[in-house]
């Protein structure tokens, strides 16, 4: 079965600084990786993610993630922090097999400072 | 814009009591889910369908039961509510033609009180 740890429930950061949002998966098979993005009062919006292409995944709003199968992570940065980028974080994945269910991790607010 | 909807969007009950949550989508999707939000806990998976006769459990089904009347109406009922269902519901679609990832496009959430 998979799994996805994200370190930090909270994180702040000052509007300019790194973003930098850390996800480790578990997966015996090649895994399919997701960040989302849930604003106060919404549903969950995707921001990017992996397939198996390149490892690199550009998102949106400037976002970017990863994916390193040696440390089987997956983290979300962006390089400088808007106000506008407060919510609440949520990495996951899925893999075949698992009739592609998506598993969840428990999530990371993130808090911007002015 | 082809979207996922649910309502109610709040909803407060007592203990016992019977509850439906809707779900509707026009997005031409054959996937649907439901799933709850608790704090400090993420989603989990409640039922999922992958077609109208296509009907299977989740991570924590116990207690919840699952309709689905169309391609597009996943229904979601507690039989007899308790305090610990007291959560943020999701519904969710995917479409099982757009590729093996299986992303999934969410509602904006039913939040639902027991008292």
């Known amino acids: 079965a998979q799994s996805v740890t994200q370190l930090g429930s909270h994180v702040s950061v000052s509007e300019g600084a790194l973003v930098l949002l850390r996800c480790n998966y578990s997966s015996s098979v090649p895994p399919y990786l997701f960040w989302y993005v849930q604003y106060p009062n919404q549903g969950l919006q995707l921001l990017l993610k992996y397939t198996s292409a390149a490892t690199l995944v550009k998102g949106i709003n400037g976002f970017e993630a990863e994916f390193k199968k040696s440390e089987t992570s997956f983290h979300l940065t962006k390089p400088s922090a808007h106000m506008s980028d407060a919510a609440e974080y949520f990495c996951?994945?899925?893999?075949?097999?698992?009739?592609?269910?998506?598993?969840f991790g428990s999530g990371t607010q993130l808090t911007v400072l002015p | 814009d082809a979207d996922v909807t649910q309502t109610p969007r709040n909803r407060i009950t007592k203990t016992g009591k019977r509850i439906m949550l809707e779900c509707s989508q026009t997005?031409?999707?054959?996937?649907m889910y439901w799933y709850r939000q608790d704090p400090g806990l993420g989603l989990r998976l409640i039922y999922y369908?992958?077609?109208?006769?296509?009907?299977n459990k989740g991570e924590i089904s116990d207690g919840y039961s699952v309709s689905r009347q169309a391609q597009a109406k996943f229904s979601l009922s507690l039989e007899s509510a308790i305090p610990n269902q007291t959560a943020l519901y999701f519904c969710?679609?995917?479409?099982?033609?757009?590729?093996?990832?299986?992303?999934?496009?969410f509602g904006p959430g039913t939040r639902l009180t027991v008292l």
């Open positions: 997005k031409g999707h054959d996937r």
């Open positions: 369908s992958f077609d109208v006769k296509d009907i």
């Open positions: 969710a679609t995917s479409d099982s033609s757009s590729g093996r990832s299986n992303e999934q496009f």
């Open positions: 996951a994945v899925s893999v075949a097999g698992s009739a592609r269910q998506l598993t």
